[in-house]
């Protein structure tokens, strides 16, 4: 979701930057659905490991430990992009099961394209709103985190009401967390980063980490987008903000 997030996450171009998976509140998408191309890699990766990789939206939420086949945390990232930066995550954290939301067909297709590459077995992927994901398929107080990286900052002022990280989505998404359970943002575009960090310390069940914008947490590798920016002189600020026990 990016611009959005980078999703390369990840690297994104500007459609990338708009194909970001969140709605709201429900009558305002802070998406734009692109049609995108599909390599032969993606659409072969979608065919051969979408069946075991791909969760289908349900409305009842998901048995963790059954998706997966091991009791461990589990982190929900909504907006993955490309998906480079959730394959290097996830092959980081063998011992931390993922979550991907994102609604655009080559982005999916890409990432799994890199679990069967990587030979990842602790990432599932779904094709859907990432609100209703959360609303129906993640259970609360059960989430050991949520990743949310670059989403789309919708420049212009008559779009910020779909800025993703607004106050009634904040604090639907804190009773996902488990106590003690954490939110990861990150953006490039220093308007919204100021927003985001005064959206989520107001939400009384977040305490932030960091005085003001964190470093970043080391599991969070460095993209080519992120890296031509900083090159340019552009900034990325991360928010690492915990639910209060």
């Not at 979701?1 to 390369?8: A, H, I, L, V």
């Not at 799994?112 to 398929?137: F, Y």
């Not at 604090?171 to 308007?191: F, M, N, Q, S």
Request: glycine share 8%.
């Amino acid at each position: 979701m990016s611009d959005t997030p980078p999703s390369e996450h990840n690297d994104p171009t500007e459609a990338e930057r708009e194909s970001s998976t969140v709605q709201h509140p429900r009558s305002i998408r802070s998406f734009v659905m692109r049609a995108g191309r599909t390599t032969e890699g993606q659409a072969r990766a979608l065919s051969e490991l979408g069946p075991r990789f791909v969760l289908p939206f349900q409305d009842t939420p998901l048995d963790l430990a059954a998706t997966f086949g091991r009791q461990a945390p589990v982190v929900l990232e909504i907006g993955f992009g490309m998906g480079d930066a959730t394959a290097k995550i996830a092959e980081t954290l063998p011992g931390t099961d993922f979550i991907g939301c994102e609604v655009h067909e080559p982005g999916v297709g890409a990432l799994l394209k890199q679990i069967g590459e990587r030979g990842l077995s602790n990432l599932r992927l779904v094709r859907h709103d990432a609100v209703e994901v959360m609303e129906h398929m993640i259970a609360p107080d059960t989430l050991a985190g949520v990743h949310i990286f670059f989403p789309d900052p919708w420049h212009k002022k008559r779009h910020h009401k779909r800025r993703l990280i607004q106050a009634p989505f904040v604090a639907h998404l804190v009773t996902r967390l488990a106590p003690g359970g954490y939110l990861h943002c990150a953006t490039d575009w220093e308007p919204y980063a100021h927003q985001m960090l005064e959206v989520l310390g107001a939400e009384p069940q977040l305490r932030n980490t960091a005085e003001g914008f964190a470093e970043k947490p080391a599991y969070r590798p460095l993209t080519k987008f992120e890296n031509r920016g900083l090159r340019l002189g552009h900034g990325v600020w991360d928010l690492v903000f915990q639910k209060r026990s």
